[in-house]
């Protein structure tokens, strides 16, 4: 199988892919409140300052620092109260020597104060008149104007995923509109003869479209919209008539081929008609998934899945959600998080190729130095329910030969 | 403050909160294929076997394993070649012994054959004729009916999230349409005499509101419909009024306090109010969020969060998210990922209290047995975009006194 000569490590494969294409996120405008999930284009700045008056951070008494010097609960501060902050307006009254005003969380400084004292730290002595029990520093309790954000700063950088705390950060500074990348159209292909949609009454010899669903759902997880163009039949006439229409609609498309080598050439010879340079990569040094195809299509990228479905489901987290979160810009760095647990045997693996293993979490035993044991998924290589029995996948690396019993290891979830 | 008389840990204030309900999902019919991250609330159940006939796992032969019996390359066995398994379809021969047919990956196995020998361990001999150069065992690159599932067996058990892999799944059994439990509305109130509307004219000592975006946000990403109710004056009557609407057109209501303790205590008064019992939990024993309020209003959670943004958000992520998720039924147990990091200083703790730090990752040094180095986030308690700065937060437990410069710690990404 001439397509197999060269089989590149998965991380090589899909940086052959990505460096061949040029990512030119489009914008739009949306509410900030309505941003969860997208991805920033152009960077936020700040055009006031946050705070933009000197805050409290407690509830207590605005003073002037110095009329605190030395002040203990042995030997009190005397200052008099001159008045209330109201909360949500400029105090109409400034506070000079010897003076302080009741102020609460969130409140404004009065002119003439530069520290608060915590009420705790302080007692009601004469009317009028408060104890101060202990010493505040210039600046101590309060939030100066600007020292969360400064007026101009970039705030949030080009590239940034929107989480809640950016969401809320953004409303603070009064952005209630963004410029976000588009979210990109994702055409997924499914083809077979023996395939059939899955609410199409089953005759002996037919399976339902199962990659098709999952492939549309991880799109949608990863930002995308998925299109899906139906189940074509293995005819390169009808293949390469639907991919073309796929690749003029959408910014990615993906081609689950048949599971027969047969029909897997069909995908790659129809790829190479889409557009140039057609085919970068056909063959990749991991297990499950080595018939990958990574192509690009004048200036589109184009991507070739095994047909069987726990195959291209773990294929596709490797190669579709990368390129998917690259076509909305995403520049940020992405660590990816997993639960720590105990290999409960041995598994071997090809050295040089990357193996990725389903594994389902059990409670690890009392005297385990994790929560938890990693129980492979074993069983025929198509079994549909294999993903659906785990809760994770775990690595073997291409360097290793394996992973051995009560190793501890990554479990990515998916 | 006699609130605080008793703080309980966060996990037992939250398991106060979630045995006094009695949560009871309502439920909706919708499409498998928009299904992502919904919670089965019916058990699937496979009406059919899957496969529902053998199918052949490789490219190759099928044949009667028997007549492969003691074959090899230097010793082939030599059968003839009687048809070739359509796909999709029901092979209209039986192969008698003697013989093999050939068939692709995916297809039905013909009567009388009960293996598939790989195209790669035969050879083109005569006309009409295959060199068997490999013995196969019976059921060997098969799957048998029912293998991946039996019919009648539960394939998913209610409270199951439906990720990826379980949409396929469901799909390839012709589960078309499912019962899942109705997204919970959850009404959200800010509150504070200083909080205006993110869209509105700031003047001198008002702040945005921050709060009803960020959980909108993060009640959003737990599956939940977030229903805002507007900021309400620091008055007991108009808190009551927003308060009782939202608790009668939503499953929980949250409230986020003013920040000064005189609000708190408004808050816990209104509460108590709404209905029975009212106040559960009122302060828990954590940094930040000391001031929560928990609480059950005529069979229906009611949540007080701290008026500060970052409190807000991380106590939110403690006992909303698990709320919202039990609100949709989730049973199925969901351990949390998270990056491994080396702390890069010593963090100091109150024993007997659970403290979440914000972090922000670093990339480690080469000689690091982890590949992150997590970056404490200081600063004053509610600078809101300490959060945004942070990748994630760490835990320092409750029987910790803090953590040290060097420790390798968990960090939950948000």
């Known amino acids: 199988m001439p397509e197999f000569l060269e089989l590149l490590p998965p991380i090589d494969a899909l940086n052959r892919l990505l460096d061949a294409l040029n990512f030119q996120p489009q914008a ?42 030395g002040a203990s609960e042995s030997l009190p501060a005397y200052l008099v109260l001159s008045g209330e902050v109201p909360m949500g307006a400029t105090p109409e009254f400034s506070i000079s020597r010897g003076e302080c005003a009741l102020i609460h969380t969130g409140g404004m400084l009065p002119d003439g104060t530069d520290a608060v004292v915590m009420v705790e730290h302080t007692q009601s002595a004469r009317q009028e008149e408060i104890e101060i029990l202990r010493a505040v520093a210039v600046g101590e309790n309060v939030i100066k104007i600007g020292e969360d954000v400064a007026a101009g700063q970039e705030v949030i950088p080009a590239g940034t995923p929107l989480r809640p705390s950016e969401i809320g950060g953004l409303m603070a500074l009064g952005i209630t509109r963004l410029s976000v990348s588009r979210q990109p159209k994702i055409g997924i292909i499914s083809s077979g003869d023996e395939v059939i949609p899955p609410d199409s009454q089953l ?35 009808a293949m390469f008539a ?114 990725w293993v389903p594994v389902h979490l059990l409670p690890g035993d009392q005297t385990a130095r994790v929560p938890f044991q990693a129980d492979p998924i074993f069983g025929k290589s198509n079994l549909i329910f294999t993903l659906v029995r785990a809760d994770g996948l775990i690595r073997i690396p291409p360097a290793a030969t394996g992973l051995s019993n009560g190793e501890i290891v990554d479990v990515y979830l998916f």
Chains 1, 2 share one sequence.
Request: proline share 8%.
């Open 28 to 69: 739009e405008e949306i509410g900030t409140q309505d941003a969860l999930g997208r991805v920033l284009l152009q960077p936020a700045v700040a055009r006031y300052p946050l705070p933009s008056f000197p805050r409290t951070t407690v509830d207590g008494f605005a003073v002037r620092a110095a009329d605190t010097h």
């Open 242 to 355: 639907a991919a073309s229409r796929a690749l003029q609609e959408c910014d990615l498309v993906i081609i689950t081929a048949g599971s027969s080598a047969s029909t897997r050439d069909l995908t790659s010879r129809v790829v190479n008609q889409l557009g140039s340079p057609g085919v970068l990569v056909h063959g990749v040094n991991v297990r499950p998934g080595k018939p990958t195809i990574l192509a690009v299509c004048d200036g589109k990228p184009v991507i070739g899945l095994p047909g069987n479905p726990v195959s291209a489901l773990v294929i596709a987290s490797l190669f579709v959600v990368p390129v998917v979160e690259a076509l909305q810009g995403l520049t940020r760095f992405q660590p990816k998080a997993s639960i720590k647990a105990q290999l409960n045997l041995n598994l071997s693996s090809q050295a040089g190729r990357e193996d």
């Open 203 to 237: 005759h002996p010899g037919q399976v339902r479209d199962v990659n098709a669903y999952t492939l549309s759902a991880l799109v949608q997880a990863a930002g995308g919209i998925p299109l899906r163009y139906g189940i074509i039949p293995d005819k390169a006439e």
